[in-house]
């Protein structure tokens, strides 16, 4: 069983709607965690990191973790087209040692 | 700044044969990784480097070998490569709480 678990979608949306991604995790040794955006072809782009409960908002994102429940998500406001692209959570350790989710397809419909 | 670059970007080799895969980064970062991407399985840790002259196994090292000899070079090598080692493979830098990705390259093993 994978330490991380991401639903692959695909999840389809209006423009201007609210994206909600969610992933559980089954490591207690993840110390912090992080959400990549993938275009196709394309490397993983970093979009946030966060080390404790609770949320952390940055423009249009909003990263939420629940280590009670192991439980993390993400918010998307006012998608954009832009937006649709491989969406990756993942945890990791002192070391960097990361637990990617199989990452889930989000598309922004116009 | 280049961030990270990735030496070749697509090759195709036949069973048997051997190639290394470069890996530069230009941030002065002490941690380099190696991870592969396969579909539905998502990212996987190869290798991963803490320091100059350092190199750790990851989740996947099997049929892998890697050299830290330089601060910002982080070398992938197959010594006989096989058909499940078609992937695509990223390198990334950064802090053990983030990580940059490279492009990625794409390798083919027939």
């Known amino acids: 069983q994978k330490e991380v678990e991401q639903d692959p979608g695909p999840l389809s949306v209006p423009e201007g709607a609210i994206v909600s991604l969610n992933c559980t995790y089954s490591?207690?040794?993840?110390?912090?965690f992080m959400w990549y955006r993938q275009y196709s072809r394309k490397g993983p782009e970093l979009l946030m990191y966060t080390y404790s409960s609770g949320n952390k908002e940055d423009g249009r994102f909003t990263a939420q973790v629940d280590k009670s429940s192991k439980y993390i998500s993400l918010f998307i406001r006012d998608s954009q087209p832009s937006d649709s692209a491989t969406y990756l959570c993942?945890?990791?350790?002192?070391?960097?040692?990361?637990?990617f989710g199989a990452g889930t397809q989000v598309v922004v419909t116009p | 700044n280049a961030g990270v670059t990735q030496t070749p970007k697509f090759r195709v080799l036949k069973t048997g044969q051997s190639m290394t895969l470069l890996c530069a980064q230009d941030?002065?970062?002490?941690?380099m990784y190696w991870y592969r991407q396969d579909p539905g399985m998502g990212l996987r840790l190869i290798h991963y480097?803490?320091?100059?002259?350092?190199?750790a196994k990851g989740e996947v090292p099997d049929g892998y070998n890697v050299s830290r000899l330089k601060k910002q070079n982080f070398l992938l090598g197959l010594e006989s490569a096989a058909p499940s080692q078609t992937s695509v493979y990223f390198c990334?830098?950064?802090?053990?709480?983030?990580?940059?990705f490279g492009p990625g390259t794409r390798l083919t093993v027939l």
């Open positions: 993942a945890g990791g350790d002192s070391w960097g040692k990361l637990q």
């Open positions: 490591n207690s040794a993840f110390q912090y």
């Open positions: 990334a830098s950064g802090r053990s709480d983030t990580q940059y």
């Open positions: 480097s803490v320091g100059e002259g350092t190199t």
């Open positions: 941030m002065n970062h002490e941690y």
